[in-house]
């Protein structure tokens, strides 16, 4: 009896975006403080809590991002574990974006990327290329895997290096010109691009083609669902994993945060619908 590999980050993203129809990925940035009171007492509070999450919210979404550091605070890397087990179990259609921006040396990079693929299981990782295509290179030959680059960020002082002049034109432009030339042979890559830089977008949007973005900032942070989708979709209307996670994920702090989590969800989907 044989198996049928898994098919890789880009596919599965691909059929995401086509066949449900939605650009939403979901966050999971676990707050225990945030929980409903449900879970107070509960030592596996952190697993339970994303996947109930997970559960109501899968429907609507293209990606799902757990963010490394939600987890490792509480010391809860079991529970991320179990979680991307659980995503793939249920939803094999889905992929899992592991949020960790790593960036080291090759002997250091090789070890994280051991940890994001093969201890965590994840189907994409973010990183920061900022110390070179060295860095990147233990990633990138994990060549079913999603690579997501940072280029420019969603954050306030992403003003501060990014966009400072290399032979006349901002960093971030290089950024994305080098990874969409030279670092993305296998056709792995993407780049991260805040939703609150919409200017920027459009402009590495021209740069990459058809190259997935994964843009932070809508919700919370305060960028414009339109702006984004006007200025950072493919010509087919996809391209884009529009992460929300607070926004979603305490939606509701009470008994129905599950529902309310799915219904912010659906809305976000059916917003970014309307400008595709």
């Known amino acids: 009896m044989t198996t049928e590999p898994m098919r890789s980050f880009m596919d599965r993203l691909r059929d995401r975006w086509a066949h449900a129809d939605t650009l939403v990925c979901v966050g999971l940035d676990p707050e225990p403080a945030k929980f409903p009171a449900k879970f107070a007492h509960d030592p596996d509070a952190i697993f339970h809590f994303c996947r109930d999450i997970v559960d109501a919210t899968a429907p609507y979404v293209c990606a799902f991002k757990p963010q490394i ?36 040396i090759g002997s250091t990079a090789q070890q994280y990327a051991c940890e994001a693929f093969e201890r965590y299981g994840a189907d994409a990782v973010t990183l920061n290329p900022y110390m070179g295509r060295d860095s990147a290179q233990p990633f990138l030959q994990y060549n079913d895997r999603g690579c997501i680059f940072l280029c420019h960020t969603s954050n306030p ?13 901002p960093l971030y432009r290089r950024i994305a010109r080098t990874i969409a030339g030279d670092w993305n042979a296998d056709g792995n890559c993407a780049l991260v691009v805040g939703a609150t830089f919409p200017r920027e977008l459009a402009e590495i949007r021209a740069i990459v083609g058809d190259m997935p973005l994964l843009i932070p900032g809508v919700g919370a942070q305060g960028g414009d669902v339109e702006a984004v989708v006007r200025n950072g979709k493919t010509a087919d209307g996809s391209g884009l994993m529009i992460n929300s996670s607070r926004g979603i994920l305490y939606a509701a702090s009470g008994e129905g945060y599950a529902e309310a989590a799915a219904q912010a969800a659906r809305e976000l989907r059916d917003t970014i619908n309307r400008w595709r």
């Open 69 to 104: 550091a939600h987890f490792a605070a509480a010391h809860a890397e079991e529970a991320l574990r179990m979680l991307i087990l659980h995503i793939g179990f249920r939803y094999p259609d889905i992929p899992v974006i592991l949020d960790s921006k790593r960036g080291d």
């Open 157 to 169: 002082g992403a003003r501060d290096f990014q966009e400072l002049p290399v032979d006349g034109e």
